[in-house]
């Protein structure tokens, strides 16, 4: 069973910056995509960033694009996410993502939970004002 890791959370003041990291516990293995998703307190869990291992593409959610930047390695199923400028209304738990094959319906930038196959127990981000 895989499973992903993050860390790299914390408490940062506002205006500050924070790089969160992912990586499966055991085994690496083959991905299409990883992504970064994050949850605040009584919402639901948003899209944040996705890249995809053909050609390096990325694709982010408006509300960080600009501020935040995901990066990662495919041959150890790696990625990383660069957050700088963070605002209050970053705080969340953050979660990351793999999606091991294309298809099922989805574009490789697709934002919805339903198209990774294998996630992480998430990191919590505070950002205080």
């Known amino acids: 069973q895989v499973q992903l890791v993050e860390s790299g959370g914390g408490l940062v003041q506002g205006g500050g910056s924070l790089r969160l990291s992912c990586a499966p516990s055991g085994r690496t293995f083959v991905t299409y995509t990883m992504g970064w998703f994050r949850q605040a307190p009584g919402k639901d869990r948003d899209f944040v960033a996705v890249i995809s291992w053909r050609g390096g593409s990325t694709y982010y959610a408006d509300s960080v694009k600009g501020r935040f930047t995901i990066s990662g390695d495919s041959a150890n199923s790696r990625v990383y996410l660069q957050m700088s400028s963070l605002k209050p209304e970053d705080t969340a738990v953050y979660y990351c993502?793999?999606?091991?094959?294309?298809?099922?319906?989805?574009?490789?930038?697709?934002?919805?939970?339903?198209?990774?196959?294998?996630w992480g127990q998430g990191t919590q981000v505070t950002v205080s004002s």
């Open positions: 993502a793999a999606r091991i094959r294309s298809g099922s319906g989805y574009s490789w930038s697709s934002p919805t939970e339903s198209a990774y196959d294998y």
